[in-house]
């Protein structure tokens, strides 16, 4: 898993409401005109969760890869594990980002913003907030992939706090014009809830 992504710095507020076995993260902010805001996503949504994904993963991927990125099986199948935060620009959905826990670890990816909503801040907010909703829960550390092609993320990520820890290979039943695979990337969630740079160009994992 791992996704397009814009990400523009932009002022925010976060608060964290339990719900049993899990943190619903909702934030609200008032950008040139526009209420934004963040709330965990249900199965009803799969749908739109599915044609956003794709949509992003186009442009961003497209030099190397030609299929979609992700079916409505698989995100069905993925609520059964973890669970997405949804970014929406006035109650319309325009960004998400899947998280599971796995034990003192969670996982991120699927990170994806609307292209026609691209440059709102919605990828830099929904990283913060999946960091910040996995590390209430307990989670020491956030592991993500990033497609080795996407050379111009790796800064980005560093500077996030996020280093290398390994590579694995792509699927081997999906078809791409390049030889690629996936660098695994890990990030301490403890101490670590300070602001981060950000970055204007598209992004993947």
């Known amino acids: 898993m791992f996704s397009a992504i814009v990400l523009v710095h932009l002022e925010q507020k976060l608060a964290i409401l339990p719900l049993p076995g899990l943190t619903a993260i909702r934030m609200a902010e008032t950008n040139q005109g526009m209420t934004n805001s963040i709330r965990m996503a249900s199965p009803q949504d799969a749908e739109k969760i599915t044609a956003l994904i794709n949509n992003a993963f186009r442009p961003a991927e497209g030099f190397f890869l030609d299929a979609d990125r992700i079916d409505l099986k698989s995100v ?5 594990k973890g669970k997405f935060l949804l970014g929406e620009s006035d109650a319309v959905v325009a960004a998400c980002v899947y998280v599971e826990v796995r034990s003192e670890r969670a996982y991120l990816g699927l990170l994806a913003v609307d292209p026609a909503r691209q440059h709102c801040g919605f990828g830099s907010l929904l990283m913060d907030a999946a960091e910040e909703n996995c590390r ?39 078809k791409t014009k390049l030889p690629c695979h996936f660098v695994e990337m890990t990030k301490s969630l403890i101490g670590s809830s300070e602001s981060h740079p950000t970055t204007n160009s598209s992004s993947s994992l």
């Open 76 to 80: 069905t199948e993925f609520f059964l």
């Open 136 to 174: 209430g829960l307990g989670c020491r550390f956030m592991d993500i992939q990033v497609v080795n092609l996407r050379e111009d993320l790796f800064g980005f990520y560093r500077s996030r706090g996020y280093v290398e820890t390994g590579t694995h290979p792509f699927p081997t039943d999906v």
